[in-house]
Structures are given as C-alpha cells and as structure tokens.
C-alpha cells in the first residue's frame, strides 16, 4: 500500500477537512459553481482528460470543472492517470501495482490492467520509486474518490515525455479491452506574468482542442511551454483519438494569480475533455 505523500501539503491531511476543501472547489466562483450529484447519470462519452495537480487551493477550480463533468456520467471501469516525475527517482516510465492509500480511503489497483501495460509496452516498467514521493497523481484520486467512492486506477509515471514514448503507451492503452478513463495530470506555464503564460498556453492548448498531439509537442518545444506535464498530455490526445474522441473542450483556464492576485508569476491550469 502507498501511503500519501503529500497530504498537509497539497491538500488536507484529515478526511473532513479534505471533503470541505473539495467542495470548496466545486462550489467556488472559479470552480463550477455548485456541488455534483450523481443521480440519473448520463452515457459517458468523456474518454480522457487533462487536469492540474498544483495544491488544492490554486488549482482545485480547474480540476473541479473536469470533475464535475465526469461525475454528470457513467463510472468507467478503470481510470489511467499519466502524470509527470517531478522526483527524478526511478524508472523513466513506470507503472505503480500497489494500491494508494488517501485520507479519503484506499484507492484499489487494476492490477490485472496494470501487469498487461507493463508486459505489453516495451517503455513502461514496474517500478514503485518513480511513486513514492511523487504529487502529480496522488492528488488526483481524492477528487475522483470525491465522485466516484470506489473505483480501480492505474497510475504512470513518465519521466521520458517524448512523442515516441507517447505513441507507444498511447498504443497499448488503445488495445484495452475494458471501459477506461484517462487522465493526464499537468500545470502548464510556470512562473512568467500571466499575459505571457496565457499567450503561450493557448497557443499549446488550440493544438490540444485539434486533437494533434504532433502540434501540441511541436509548439510546447518551440515556445518554451513549461507544462510539465506535456508527454502525459501528448500520449492522452493520441489515445483520446484511438479510443474515439472527436473533439477536445476547454473547461476552464486559470493561473495562481485568480487566488493570490500577483499575476506578475503565476503558474497556470487548465481543465479539457475530450468527448465522442
């Protein structure tokens, strides 16, 4: 079991406190505005997302927006969540089979989805390292618990964040045979003035919304986009489209500046699905 590692940190360290601060998300004038309620869910035509991991209290409305989506339909049988290796520890591409404990609970693994990535895909190994103290998927499964209560996930952690490692997961992902949801966690623009990081963002996010994850990498790169999480975003859009995305939707973008009112350097966020 892995224990959190940065509850009190990113988010809330007790159960209550934790709920609180996610409702808060949801019901502020930057989140959606109101509560989710999974009553009369609709047909999920949601495949995959991208959402932010920056602490709760900066980038919780963005994630809130995909959150809320999500809960509006159907819970998928499994949930991948791509995220970057901040740490630098471990294997460059590594899939986490234990379960992950959050102080919402226990958060089971697909185990069985978890072996075959790692038997399948030449770039993925088993590797608990690259985990441990890792922030960019734990904070993640406290809101999805939020939604869904029980649920199977698989996390990936990508050190190598290239379009060749993108293609390959993206591959694999696509031969699953079950009903998964994936998620990419990733910030974009770090620490430039918010005009700036808005300039450079959308011109990354127009790739995102054409579904083109070779644009997408070719203006990351070429405009100096600091999303750290830019291969887990390249390999969501090109499983998005094998999985039978048709079109990307920006639910929300801010930056840290919204919460602090320094938009002198601010760290951005965004909320996008990509639907059927």
């Known amino acids: 079991m892995r224990s959190p590692a940065v509850a009190g940190q990113f988010y809330p360290a007790s159960r209550e406190a934790l709920i609180e601060q996610i409702e808060r998300c949801f ?18 035509d949601i495949v995959a997302a991208v ?25 998928p049988e499994s949930v991948v969540i791509l ?16 379960d992950w404990e ?7 693994c697909d185990c069985e ?31 999805l618990q939020y939604i869904y209560r029980d649920f199977k996930f ?16 993206a591959s694999c992902l696509a031969k699953v045979d079950k009903d998964i949801l994936i998620l990419a966690s990733s910030d974009f623009t770090h620490y430039e003035s918010a005009s700036l990081a808005k300039q450079k963002d959308m011109l990354a996010i127009e790739a995102i919304l054409a579904l083109d994850d070779v644009l997408f990498l070719k203006r990351v790169y070429e405009h100096n986009v600091s999303a750290c999480g830019y291969g887990a ?13 048709t079109r990307a939707e920006l639910l929300k973008y801010g930056n840290s500046g919204d919460v602090t009112g320094d938009y002198g350097s601010v760290v951005a966020y965004a909320g ?5």
């Open 51 to 75: 959402v932010p991991h920056a602490g709760y209290i900066y980038s919780g409305y963005e994630a809130a927006h995909v959150y809320y989506a999500l809960a509006m339909q159907e819970k």
């Open 83 to 98: 995220g970057p290796n901040h740490t630098g520890m471990g294997s460059l591409v590594a899939v986490s089979r234990q």
């Open 113 to 143: 989805l978890a072996e075959y990535l790692w038997e399948s895909c030449g770039v993925i190994d088993s590797d608990e390292t690259a985990h441990a103290y890792e922030h960019s998927i734990e904070v993640q499964l406290p809101f």
């Open 154 to 169: 698989v996390a990936i952690s990508l050190a190598l964040q290239d379009l060749e490692v993108a293609r390959e997961i």
């Open 27 to 44: 019901l502020h004038t930057l989140g959606p505005g109101k509560l989710p309620v999974r009553e009369d869910v609709a047909p999920r």
């Open 233 to 245: 975003i390249a390999t969501t859009i090109a499983v998005a489209k094998q999985r039978g995305a």
């Open 102 to 108: 959050t102080p919402l609970g226990a958060v089971k």
């Open 272 to 276: 996008i699905v990509f639907r059927k």
